[in-house]
């Protein structure tokens, strides 16, 4: 048991549901401005297909707080950070709501990242503090099926409110759930023992996140920003130089920022890599698919978010199919097979048009939501089931940071080629903006497809004892 003393059962149960309210919070959060971008930038004077600093920002944020989040706990308190956590992300969704420019409203998802940077890694260190490994995929399973009511009526409740409200509700509906969410951690959560102590790695800390806002930038100044490319190459190379001197350092150090040491761990060294390269994918999909029904076939902010419930509510259902999938084929079969199939579901979407029938639209949103959410959940499990208590909270965080990071970075990838492929087709004389949604749609589901290979050097049986609960008391 990870934890000092078995919890009572009352509290083992309610635990879950704490942890879900704050993946509910940030998941809402995220689907509501997804479905409200164009109507943000025809107020804020900006380009719709220019608006993907407002996503970043906020991504980029976590990615580059969230190496800390582990150390934080274990100094200051699960329960303590947690609580905190929500307080601070409900506050910067305040800011966001009355930021009256783009600027202003840039540095606000920036105030609101400092809370979320600690939401998704303190609430699985939650779970992996206070839970046997044997029951970690039912657990982190049963976490996301509420929080993914956030991806249920986010794209509705925002469509509905961008059309009859203003956009500026879309933050405020955070208010009440981080309410909710506060007492609930002050109320419900126990104290739960910390990794211990340990001195924190300033300088690495400097390195790696230099790397990751280096890089991103990068990315975004081949779109939004349209920075040259000799700036674009030089930025990239010292992302990477910063990243290859943190590694070197690492590799030498007791106590680095993310141990060296967790990546002789064959099934989460697997894991952060699959999930970097296949989030660029699937990470771009909340971005892309409101702007390809509003701005490249018509939809109206209303209509767009009820086309996304079918994704959601698939999403959902899928989660319960987890954990018998994956002890029937085992991860490696399953991850192999499933990033393939998100690659080619992603891919198909540069086929949609105006002439496509609106229910095959809808069933296809629905699978490509079930693929997407089985792949989310085996790639977090694979990549955490392996390690032990003394890893758990650095190799926690590695997973947040990478998840988080490649999803900017899949983000910032849509945005550049969405925006060359746009004028590629102005400079042909094609006055078709659905076109370049085309593109953009069949290079990311490429990219996802790739990130198969990766999944496949996973071994046949890694994490069978942990999927499977224990047959006896004393095994």
Same mark, same amino acid.
């Given at each position: 048991?990870?934890?000092?003393?078995?919890?009572?059962?009352?509290?083992?149960?309610?635990?879950?549901?704490?942890?879900?309210?704050?993946?509910?919070?940030?998941?809402?959060?995220?689907?509501?401005?997804?479905?409200?971008?164009?109507?943000?930038?025809?107020?804020?004077?900006?380009?719709?297909?220019?608006?993907?600093?407002?996503?970043?920002?906020?991504?980029?944020?976590?990615?580059?707080?969230?190496?800390?989040?582990?150390?934080?706990?274990?100094?200051?308190?699960?329960?303590?950070?947690?609580?905190?956590?929500?307080?601070?992300?409900?506050?910067?969704?305040?800011?966001?709501?009355?930021?009256?420019?783009?600027?202003?409203?840039?540095?606000?998802?920036?105030?609101?990242?400092?809370?979320?940077?600690?939401?998704?890694?303190?609430?699985?260190?939650?779970?992996?503090?206070?839970?046997?490994?044997?029951?970690?995929?039912?657990?982190?399973?049963?976490?996301?099926?509420?929080?993914?009511?956030?991806?249920?009526?986010?794209?509705?409740?925002?469509?509905?409110?961008?059309?009859?409200?203003?956009?500026?509700?879309?933050?405020?509906?955070?208010?009440?759930?981080?309410?909710?969410?506060?007492?609930?951690?002050?109320?419900?959560?126990?104290?739960?023992?910390?990794?211990?102590?340990?001195?924190?790695?300033?300088?690495?800390?400097?390195?790696?996140?230099?790397?990751?806002?280096?890089?991103?930038?990068?990315?975004?100044?081949?779109?939004?920003?349209?920075?040259?490319?000799?700036?674009?190459?030089?930025?990239?190379?010292?992302?990477?130089?910063?990243?290859?001197?943190?590694?070197?350092?690492?590799?030498?150090?007791?106590?680095?920022?993310?141990?060296?040491?967790?990546?002789?761990?064959?099934?989460?060294?697997?894991?952060?890599?699959?999930?970097?390269?296949?989030?660029?994918?699937?990470?771009?999909?909340?971005?892309?698919?409101?702007?390809?029904?509003?701005?490249?076939?018509?939809?109206?902010?209303?209509?767009?978010?009820?086309?996304?419930?079918?994704?959601?509510?698939?999403?959902?259902?899928?989660? /319960?199919?987890?954990?018998?999938?994956?002890?029937?084929?085992?991860?490696?079969?399953?991850?192999?097979?499933?990033?393939?199939?998100?690659?080619?579901?992603?891919?198909?979407?540069?086929?949609?048009?105006?002439?496509?029938?609106?229910?095959?639209?809808?069933?296809?949103?629905?699978?490509?939501?079930?693929?997407? /959410?089985?792949?989310?959940?085996?790639?977090?499990?694979?990549?955490?089931?392996?390690?032990?208590?003394?890893?758990?909270?650095?190799?926690?965080?590695?997973?947040?940071?990478?998840?988080?990071?490649?999803?900017?970075?899949?983000?910032?990838?849509?945005?550049?080629?969405?925006?060359?492929?746009?004028?590629?087709?102005?400079?042909?004389?094609?006055?078709?903006?659905?076109?370049?949604?085309?593109?953009?749609?069949?290079?990311?589901?490429?990219?996802?497809?790739?990130?198969?290979?990766?999944?496949?050097?996973? /071994?046949?049986?890694?994490?069978?004892?942990?999927?499977?609960?224990?047959?006896?008391?004393?095994?």
């Amino acid at each position: 048991m990870p934890s000092s003393a078995p919890l009572d059962p009352a509290t083992a149960r309610w635990i879950p549901w704490v942890v879900a309210i704050a993946f509910f919070m940030q998941s809402l959060d995220g689907t509501i401005l997804n479905t409200a971008l164009p109507a943000m930038a025809r107020d804020l004077a900006e380009d719709p297909l220019r608006m993907q600093s407002v996503v970043i920002a906020y991504m980029l944020t976590v990615a580059l707080l969230i190496p800390a989040s582990g150390w934080v706990a274990d100094r200051f308190g699960i329960k303590r950070v947690f609580f905190s956590a929500i307080a601070l992300f409900t506050f910067g969704s305040l800011v966001c709501a009355v930021s009256p420019s783009l600027p202003m409203l840039v540095a606000a998802r920036v105030l609101q990242g400092l809370g979320g940077a600690l939401l998704l890694p303190v609430g699985r260190l939650v779970v992996l503090r206070a839970y046997p490994r044997s029951e970690l995929v039912r657990i982190m399973s049963f976490i996301t099926v509420p929080g993914l009511l956030g991806p249920l009526m986010g794209p509705t409740l925002g469509g509905w409110m961008v059309e009859y409200l203003t956009w500026h509700w879309i933050f405020l509906i955070n208010l009440p759930v981080g309410i909710l969410g506060c007492m609930a951690v002050h109320r419900l959560l126990p104290e739960l023992p910390g990794g211990g102590r340990t001195r924190f790695d300033g300088l690495g800390f400097g390195l790696f996140g230099a790397a990751m806002v280096l890089i991103t930038i990068a990315m975004e100044g081949l779109g939004e920003l349209n920075l040259p490319h000799l700036r674009v190459m030089l930025l990239l190379f010292a992302g990477m130089a910063c990243l290859a001197a943190y590694w070197l350092r690492a590799v030498h150090m007791e106590a680095p920022l993310f141990s060296a040491r967790l990546f002789r761990t064959r099934s989460f060294a697997v894991g952060i890599l699959g999930n970097l390269f296949a989030r660029l994918g699937s990470g771009a999909l909340p971005f892309l698919v409101p702007l390809l029904l509003q701005v490249g076939m018509g939809y109206s902010p209303s209509q767009a978010g009820m086309s996304m419930i079918p994704l959601a509510a698939a999403a959902m259902l899928a989660k /319960s199919l987890a954990r018998p999938l994956i002890e029937r084929f085992g991860y490696r079969g399953i991850l192999t097979a499933n990033t393939l199939a998100l690659g080619v579901l992603l891919a198909s979407l540069g086929l949609v048009d105006a002439d496509t029938p609106y229910p095959l639209l809808l069933a296809h949103l629905a699978v490509l939501g079930a693929i997407n /959410s089985m792949q989310f959940t085996a790639m977090n499990t694979v990549t955490l089931i392996d390690l032990g208590d003394q890893e758990a909270s650095s190799g926690n965080s590695l997973l947040s940071v990478v998840a988080q990071l490649s999803m900017s970075l899949g983000v910032a990838c849509a945005g550049a080629l969405l925006g060359g492929f746009e004028s590629s087709i102005g400079r042909d004389g094609v006055d078709n903006i659905l076109g370049a949604f085309h593109l953009t749609f069949l290079t990311i589901g490429l990219m996802a497809m790739f990130a198969a290979t990766i999944f496949v050097q996973l /071994s046949p049986d890694v994490g069978r004892r942990a999927v499977r609960p224990p047959p006896g008391p004393d095994a």
